[in-house]
């Protein structure tokens, strides 16, 4: 049987079941029943992971069938493979925001209204970067790479969690999911 460390790094987290089943975006009886050692899919045991932010490998102190270890490491491979691409393409966008900025900020400079061509682009260009990023390219990651997470949803969740104790609702996936 593979054991397993949920209810011990949940207690680390000083988390109850009904915490880590909000915080994963998973059902109380799904974490009642991973904590009871039963098997789960790997997706469902990612979400765990993530909310109590470690690898999936390290929700088991020992995983005695070599396909399962086999699929695990596999698991973890995709899901840090899918979330640096992930992080590289939001990086590029930001990356060229702050380029084309850098050039309109020094061609604001050659005008008599420079400083209005200035404030536009930096507040307007973020406005639209933002609507952009919202509208067309979150949703068209989200599809192409299910295994990441965006970086702001981790920082918000990790935040709300740390400040108030109560996480941020998240998607549910319900035991017909599983």
Not at 65 to 82: F, I, W
Not at 147 to 176: C, M, N
């Amino acid at each position: 049987m593979n054991q397993t460390r949920i209810i011990e790094l949940r207690q680390a987290q000083g988390w109850t079941q009904e915490r880590l089943a909000t915080a994963s975006g998973v059902g109380l009886r799904t974490v009642q029943r991973l904590e009871a050692g039963q098997d789960a899919s790997l997706e469902t045991l990612s979400l765990v992971a993530e909310a109590l932010q470690v690898p999936v490998r390290d929700l088991f102190t020992t995983i005695d069938n070599a396909a399962l270890s086999s699929r695990v490491d596999s698991m973890q491979d995709r899901m840090d493979e899918q979330q640096a691409a992930r992080d590289r393409i939001t990086g590029a966008w930001r990356w060229l925001f702050i380029g084309i900025g850098v050039v309109a900020t020094l061609l604001s400079f050659t005008f008599s209204h420079g400083l209005v061509l200035f404030f536009a682009y930096w507040v307007g260009g973020y406005v639209i970067l933002t609507a952009i990023r919202t509208l067309y390219l979150e949703p068209h990651l989200d599809e192409r790479y299910p295994l990441s997470r965006r970086k702001e949803s981790r920082r918000v969740q990790r935040k709300q969690l740390r400040s108030t104790g109560s996480p941020v609702q998240t998607e549910t996936v319900t035991d017909a999911d599983q």
